[in-house]
């Protein structure tokens, strides 16, 4: 059966604050800007899952897009949505919040708990101008060695 | 010279947070939801910035719109984007920052401040799939008499 | 104080089919076009669904989203969700599912149902290129006498 | 029968420069800034069209939107699609192609061909992020008497 | 010459209904949930086409994507727009209409059928919120073997 | 420490005219149809920069978004912004203007320029319908031999 790849997009709003503990306050300021802005701005962030896989011939799926909806929200959604991803989340935990961090965290929590197809790809958009990608840690969409 | 209506859409990223002195702390939670969460979320704001006026014969320009940019950001988007609209914005000290409210306040920072046109409408986007619309204290959006 | 729009979006997916008992099979071929296939086609609608009221000032809100939101999902989205409006739906039975006759028909269905508010406006995208618009019997959207 | 509003957007994409005869080099450079760029520049122009009738009740409709697209497209975008709107189009001869003259010769063009319904609002993008919208000479939107 | 990617969105409506021959009426019900739905929904679907090639330096084209929209039109769109693809269409008959179904089936439509490029990759979406992506039988875009 | 893309779109709106030298002027009207007409037409371009790299533990970031949207800015945007791609941007001199050889003409003014990570890929978005995607000089995103 042909491989194909489906993916589904979700949403969350949160606030956050870019901050670095390696960093002095001067630096954090000149380096993030307003991103550092001490009592947190936010984002209407976008996530769009990415999962490969064969057709199933009896189903025509990959994957229940309804499942993969319903996973996403108890592992991630839940979490993060209406949530200062400075504060309030465990698995954010020392993290610093960037887009390019959060993206990497979040491929944690699913990938190991996807079945009937694989994660292969999520895109997290902070505003509708910026988003960042993560593949895994297979090297990129570019061949490169694992 | 007939009168045509120009709009300017801008953005802002800020965090907020529901709470109303008005109400109890277990009223808040149960009113608000997830709005009410304590340590503030957030949204990409978007603002549509509505101006009617005469077309300019000489210039075929209500009002040129580069102005108008120039002007909702010095007096709204410089002070809302990426902060903390419960905290840090001196124009909404003691407001409880909804949609609702928060476009009544930007009506007031820009009314008074628009030439060559007026003010009829502001439409504030809290998410791409809610918003809140202002057209001052004259009912409907015609300019009619109240 | 001040009167506000809020609204909300929302989403449904239906088949449907444009035929009227009017016309002869020829006619119903040639004034709906591909709209009269027989075997139904199916759009991804969007449904604004526009609130007016003053915003309360121990809240902040006109009307809760959240409570607008549930009531129009019950009232109209589990309905029409996943449906054919030609075939399931008993309050469009004997309707004509074009945009403009559903927009009508949802007004009724909601219109007495929102309280801390009126109902002001429904726009119902077909398409991303085309919707239809309601405002009830009052002429105009301004509010004003029939 | 309801009085509804229907519409349908077009696009198109055109190359245009904004100088006046009535400002002096100096004051066209000033006054427009880039947009009196010598070479022209361009757009993708979006431009909703609104019809507002009573919806026959035989059909459904209160205009058939693949006229009303198939007259728009003749009598407006066969004239102004890939075109230099400063140059080519007869009917914008003398004007300067702002959003706001441009809308309302288009209304011209369109207002009185449109039967079955009539034009209510004309809404032109420039851009994603502004727009010129005219209602006709009638002041306000709801077609009443002035 | 530097080999690019050329893409051309499409859209189309259709009804359709999930429903497989090798589960039980139950089953059906309980995995497809509202897909199953007996009388069809519908969805308003977006096609990408893909098409990579060596740009040609006498037109600094890869193709000409006119010719390309007019290939899809006439292979794809015109056997599926307003149509039901569970009863209306030859090539997809005994096919569970699923976006990956469809994705692949459309690809087998165009891939012989593309000449100056070859066709690379096709993103089907069925909302604005979930597609599914083809890249014909050589294993996705991440580095695998043929 | 993983790697991630980041992605920053930015827009500028231009004229332009395809045309080729190559060919006659029978066949530059044939071939190119609208595209060809004389006096120019033009778009609204949207531009995605894709940057891959590591992320850098002390700061969560590959590389600051301001930083590579004032780049392109810089590079790109301030040349091509308002302008006539065919008469006004010195390293377009000799270049038809179509999406395929303007996006190798960006690439090649940005690849060197680009620290903290490198350039992977640019998306350059013509209408909202039809985009042009380059890679750089190795052969698409599927794995292949330089």
Chains 1, 2, 3, 4, 5, 6 share one sequence.
């Not at 997009?9 to 606030?15: G, V, W």
């Not at 961090?101 to 699913?110: G, P």
Request: glycine share 8%.
């Amino acid at each position: 059966m042909p491989t194909v790849r489906i993916t589904r997009r979700l949403h969350f709003s949160a606030a956050h604050r870019l901050h670095s503990d390696q960093l002095s306050a001067e630096e954090n300021a000149s380096f993030y800007g307003l991103c550092n802005s001490p009592n947190y701005h936010g984002h209407n962030y976008e996530l769009d899952v990415t999962v490969e896989g064969e057709i199933d011939p009896d189903t025509g799926y990959v994957m229940d897009l309804g499942r993969l909806k319903a996973l996403v929200e108890a592992e991630v959604v839940a979490d993060v949505d209406h949530r200062n991803l400075n504060l309030d989340v465990p698995w954010l935990e020392g993290v610093i919040p960037s887009a390019e961090n959060l993206v990497v965290r979040i491929w944690e929590r699913l990938a190991g708990r996807i079945r009937d197809g694989r994660l292969v790809k999520l895109v997290l958009w902070e505003t509708p101008r910026n988003y960042a990608e993560y593949q895994g840690d297979i090297r990129g969409n570019n061949g490169g060695e694992p």
